[in-house]
């Protein structure tokens, strides 16, 4: 199962930034015991996606599981574009 989640990455009293940060990501219930405990980058490719992650986003609020139990490092990809990395229970940024 899964569904789309506004996940906390970065709490704004941890870095010299003024608001906390937020990722959209489609999360994931692997072993279907309604803990979503895996992501990945969105499938934002039509107006029907961005309905049910408008729609998921309202019913569940902010996902602060991950921020709670790991850490999300800023790190650089493919083809020079940058993303978050989660490492569980890691060290946060400073």
Known sequence: MWKYAQVKVRDAADTAERTDAY?????????????????????????????????????????????????FKWKQEENNCWGWDWIPNGEKDE
């Open 23 to 71: 990722q959209v990501f489609e999360v994931y219930d692997l072993d279907d015991n309604g803990e979503y405990e895996s992501f990945s980058v969105p499938s934002l490719i039509d107006l029907e996606s961005l309905k049910m992650a408008v729609e998921d986003i309202e019913r569940d609020g902010i996902n602060t599981w991950f921020y709670e139990n790991g850490a």
